[in-house]
């Protein structure tokens, strides 16, 4: 069942519309409940490819859910419709107070529901089709998603499993000009992929010739091709959590306006992977994704997003001795953020985005003062040191 739909429900919020003109339409899978692998109540798949049930993507389907429906806001396409699917079921609240529950992420109930989400995306050019999988990801050819029931049949495992490249070439049949696909999953090859002689995964939209467009189609990937994607849990996934902070920050000022688009969210997700990749005490884990983006809008901030700051003073062994002070530099006047000496080590903060007047002024006599200016651009982090003497 579908889980929002403006023209059943009527606009829950100021950014879901009714009624004629570009719309956003959502389908968000999180499977953790697999029947047929280990742990499962079905009949065992008979090789399992040492995968085991998981807990993260179900929460972490109904985070991005949350955020879809109750913040994310374009002006140009307000939120039609969101088709939300998880094993095992989850319940939802909407903004109205209504509770809903999920669907179960069979491959007859995802078929199902995407049918529906095509029709809805297919019926404006300037609708934005966004198309959210996590779960269980294996590589042959081709990137095969495993549906709750991956391995009912016996003699055919992955005809419960979803062929992503193909379906994402057979969305070039579909008049959407902005499409987005968010795969938050393993791509590790195993042999029971690699040893089939076609592609075994099932297509959910066939491509055709002739059917190709020239849309906007980013497909963001949580890892590479032979990587894992890590959840923590009972938690949202690693990729998962950054995708939904990028969202918030990655954003950038066109006429006033703070807005996501998909070529922003695409360096915003790679830079916070790289720096994800960097803390030894996480996971290593390289986000990707294929297919050019053209930059198309997704999102806008309500306001100037904030974004992480560290700052410091140069040489180092001055900071623990410094008032740290930023300004607008459009507002020189009165300091935005401040922080007392002494502290000994760099001063971390969020801090809107804009251009800033940093300044450092000390009490003893050991160092003399200084400032610097400097853009906090987002995504960021920013990384600024202010020379002093």
């Known amino acids: 069942m579908t889980l929002y739909n403006a023209e059943r429900d009527g606009a829950l919020t100021p950014r879901h519309a009714t009624g004629p003109g570009p719309k956003t339409h959502a389908i968000i899978i999180g ?30 389907a109904k985070a991005f859910a949350k955020w879809v429906v109750e913040e994310l806001n374009n002006p140009r396409a307000p939120l039609g419709s969101v088709e939300l699917l998880t094993s095992p079921p989850t319940d939802f609240i909407l903004p109205n107070g209504v509770s809903q529950q999920s669907s179960r992420a069979t ?47 016996p003699l055919a495992p992955f005809q419960t499993a979803i062929d992503l490249d193909v379906t994402w070439q057979g969305m070039g049949r579909c008049k959407a000009e902005t499409q987005c696909f968010f795969i938050d999953s393993c791509r590790q090859a195993t042999w029971v992929m690699q040893k089939q002689l076609t592609n075994p995964a099932v297509a959910l939209v066939s491509s055709e010739f002739g059917g190709w467009s020239d849309r906007d189609a980013p497909c963001y990937m949580a890892t590479g091709p032979g990587g894992s994607a890590y959840g923590m849990s009972g938690g949202i996934t690693l990729f998962t959590r950054v995708l939904l902070e990028c969202l918030k920050r990655g954003a950038r000022n066109v006429d006033g306006h703070w807005v996501v688009t998909t070529l922003r969210l695409s360096e915003a997700i790679s830079l916070a992977m790289k720096e994800l990749r960097e803390n030894s005490e996480r996971p290593r884990q390289m986000g990707a994704g294929y297919a050019p983006t ?80 400097f853009w906090v651009d987002p995504p960021g982090p920013i990384n600024e040191n202010i020379p002093v003497r």
């Not at 009490?363 to 610097?372: D, L």
């Open 31 to 60: 499977v953790g409940h697999y029947r047929h692998l280990p742990g499962g109540r079905g009949d065992p798949v008979k090789d399992s490819m040492d995968l085991e049930q998981l807990t993260s993507p179900p929460e972490s």
């Open 107 to 153: 491959m007859s109930e995802i078929q199902a529901a995407f049918d529906r989400w095509y029709e809805r995306s297919n019926s404006d050019a300037g609708n934005v089709a966004i198309f959210y999988f996590c779960g269980h990801g294996v590589m042959g050819r081709n990137l095969a998603l495993l549906a709750e029931d991956y391995g009912v049949r």
């Open 294 to 373: 053209k930059g198309n809008t997704i999102h806008e901030l309500l306001g100037p997003p904030e974004v992480p700051v560290s700052l410091c003073c140069r040489p180092e062994s001055a900071t623990e001795h410094a008032k740290l002070e930023m300004f607008f530099s459009s507002q020189p006047g009165e300091p935005r953020y401040a922080r007392e000496a002494p502290a000994p080590h760099r001063w971390e903060l969020w801090a809107l985005a804009g251009h800033y007047i940093a300044r450092a002024t000390f009490m003893n006599k050991k160092f003399r003062g200084g400032r610097h200016n």
